[in-house]
């Protein structure tokens, strides 16, 4: 998880975020991209955006575990006061959940701005990641807005059905269930939920089949989520 002791200010990182676990989907190049910033010399910045539930915070956590001393900032939970930043550019990485709720105020884009020149000149890695791309942000300092711009740009597309189905099955894996074809099959038709919300749904199935001592099956699935 990197040396967070030696870090200004510690977050914790999602244990159960990590690249490795994360179905790609179409976002395989983006993934890649990430799989090769613990080696990357120089400093390399990125925005990443997508709807909620796309994966955005998935990959930011899965970045900081790869990295040596890496912090993970979820802007929209932390106070919205710019000495959280400080001393953030000394680590390798710094990933910024939910950028967009600090732009348009400019002592906080300053705090930004500071950090961003701060990990350019040591050769860091930054993260930042939005539910929109930056040209749809609203900035209150053009050099900030100049800066984001440039960053390399990925929208991190959500999964289709085929790879819920694969994320749904690694994960009841991951538990000692299988989840069969024909029951996924009536559970997706079903359920227009997002991916946190249909691991919020397997949870509820895991404990009701070990509760019953059965397997999840179409009618166990039909009477725990009411479809």
Not at 66 to 72: L, Q
Not at 90 to 96: E, G, N, P, T
Request: charged share 20%; aromatic share 6%; proline share 5%.
């Amino acid at each position: 998880m990197g040396e967070r002791g030696q870090l200004p200010l510690q977050f914790p990182f999602n244990d159960q975020q990590l690249l490795e676990n994360f179905q790609p989907g179409v976002n395989a190049e983006l993934l890649a991209r990430l799989d090769r910033t613990p080696v990357a010399t120089g400093f390399a910045g990125l925005w990443l955006w997508g709807e909620a539930g796309a994966g955005v915070t998935h990959l930011l956590n899965g970045a900081c575990h790869r990295s040596g001393r890496a912090a993970y900032l979820p802007l929209a939970e932390l106070p919205a006061q710019a000495e959280m930043l400080q001393g953030l550019d000394s680590c390798d990485l710094v990933a910024l959940d939910d950028v967009e709720v600090w732009l348009g105020r400019r002592p906080l884009e300053a705090a930004l701005l500071d950090l961003y020149q701060g990990m350019l000149t040591r050769g860091g890695t930054l993260i930042c990641g939005a539910s929109k791309p930056a040209r749809g942000c609203d900035f209150a300092l053009p050099d900030w807005r100049s800066r984001c711009l440039a960053l390399l740009g990925y929208r991190v597309q959500p999964l289709d059905d085929v790879g819920k189905a694969r994320l749904l099955q690694a994960h009841a894996a991951q538990r000692g269930l299988q989840i069969g074809e024909q029951v996924l099959k009536f559970w997706l038709a079903r359920s227009e939920r997002s991916v946190p919300g249909l691991l919020a749904e397997l949870e509820l199935l895991d404990a009701a089949a070990l509760s019953a001592q059965r397997a999840i099956t179409v009618p166990l699935v039909k009477a725990v989520l009411q479809l």
